[in-house]
Structures are given as C-alpha cells and as structure tokens.
Nanobody, 124 residues
Framework: QVQLVESGGGLVQAGGSLRLSCTES????????MAWFRRAPGKERESVAG????????FYADSVKGRFTISRDRAKNTLYLQMDDLKPEDTAVYYC?????????????????WGQGTQVTVSS
C-alpha cells in the first residue's frame, strides 16, 4: 500500500513562508505526476499546484501563481511546495496526491493516492 506523508504545515503570520513536503513510501510515484490540493473550512477541495513525472511541466491555481512553487526530488520520492507571501485565505488542510499518469492535472479524479493532509494556518 502506498503511503504519502505530508509535513511542514503550521501557523504563520501573513506575509510569511512555509515549505511543505510529501514523502512517498514505495517509490511508486517516480513515474507519475503529483500535485498539492487544499481544503479550506467550509469549502470543497481545490487544486493548488501540480508537476509532471520529470518536473518538466507544472500548473498553478491562479490564486497562488507567483507565490507558491512546486518541485520534486525523484531520488528522495519527495514532493515539495514552497509557499511565500502567505495570506489568510491560504488557510487550509493541504494534501499531496499521486496521479494515475505521468502528467498532473487540476482534476482530483485523476489522482490515485492521497496523503492525510497537513494544516496550514495563516493569521492576519
């Protein structure tokens, strides 16, 4: 069974930064796209950023473009999300996911494995 473990969440003031990490336990994600999603209180889960299997293609939600950067280290089976200039509206539980294919999309139905999530809280 594939296990995804997120870390790096926490409480930060607006304008601050956090770096999320997601480690996959069985190296099954190395040829698959991966992504970060988030769910804010009272809202549906939404895509944040995604990256293809080799890092050659990425996508970002409009709300995070220019502030967040997704990357991956395939040798370490780890996905990252560098979050800068955080805003209170970024407060959410952040989830990493492994795609069914080599590419990443914003459609959560194209993801097979999900982590348990890590809480990010941005205070104003």
């Amino acid at each position: 069974q594939v296990q995804l473990v997120e870390s790096g969440g926490g409480l930060v003031q607006a304008g601050g930064s956090l770096r999320l990490s997601c480690t996959e336990s069985r190296r099954l994600s190395s040829n698959n796209g991966m992504a970060w999603f988030r769910r804010a209180p009272g809202k549906e889960r939404e895509s944040v950023a995604g990256i293809s299997w080799n890092g050659g293609n990425t996508f970002y939600a409009d709300s995070v473009k220019g502030r967040f950067t997704i990357s991956r280290d395939r040798a370490k089976n780890t996905l990252y999300l560098q979050m800068d200039d955080l805003k209170p509206e970024d407060t959410a539980v952040y989830y990493c996911a492994v795609a069914l294919s080599a590419v990443a999309s914003s459609n959560e139905r194209t993801y097979r494995y999900w982590g348990q999530g890590t809480q990010v809280t941005v205070s104003s």
